[in-house]
């Protein structure tokens, strides 16, 4: 793991959108949330690889859910500017790979929250901002067409 990193943040994703992890030792719990897609990832770590089971609900028709799952990976790294992001990959069922890229950059000074979290501090949800707002607050976000830092569509 590169100095001063953890999989604890608040992370945008082009594929998944907003993404909260938390990092406990060697385990991770975290949730995203793009459009109608709700998801949740929990896996282990070892070295800068977090190694994770994900599922994940779309409602496309209201009623009418559907959930996929599978596994994947990210590896942790520190770009020449600074950020903190994770490259990944993921893939359905048993698979790790084989669905798509799965990146995100790492917000600065946001702090995570799941939807299990009863801590009762400030209610700050990742409904409660759009990605483009939470971006802002960042120093130097990234540059928005980076293929190196971000992936393209993934189509879960």
Do not use: C
Not at 52 to 57: G, K, L, V
């Amino acid at each position: 793991m590169p100095q001063g990193g953890s999989f604890t943040g608040v992370w945008f994703s082009p594929q998944y959108g907003e993404m909260h992890m938390i990092q406990n030792g060697g385990s991770v719990i975290g949730e995203y949330t793009k459009d109608e897609r709700r998801g949740r990832i929990q896996g282990t770590v070892e070295g800068d690889v977090l190694r994770f089971e994900w599922d994940e609900r779309r409602e496309l028709v209201q009623g009418l859910p559907s959930t996929t799952r599978g596994r994947g990976y990210f590896r942790y790294a520190i770009g020449q500017d600074g950020h903190h992001n994770v490259l990944g990959e993921w893939g359905h069922d048993d698979a790790e790979v084989g669905g798509g890229p799965w990146n995100a950059v790492k917000s600065r000074r946001r702090q995570p929250r799941l939807s299990t979290d009863t801590s009762g501090g400030s209610s700050e949800s990742s409904s409660s901002g759009s990605e483009s707002d939470s971006l802002e607050e960042e120093s130097s976000p990234p540059p928005s067409g980076s293929d190196d830092v971000l992936g393209g569509d993934l189509n879960l």
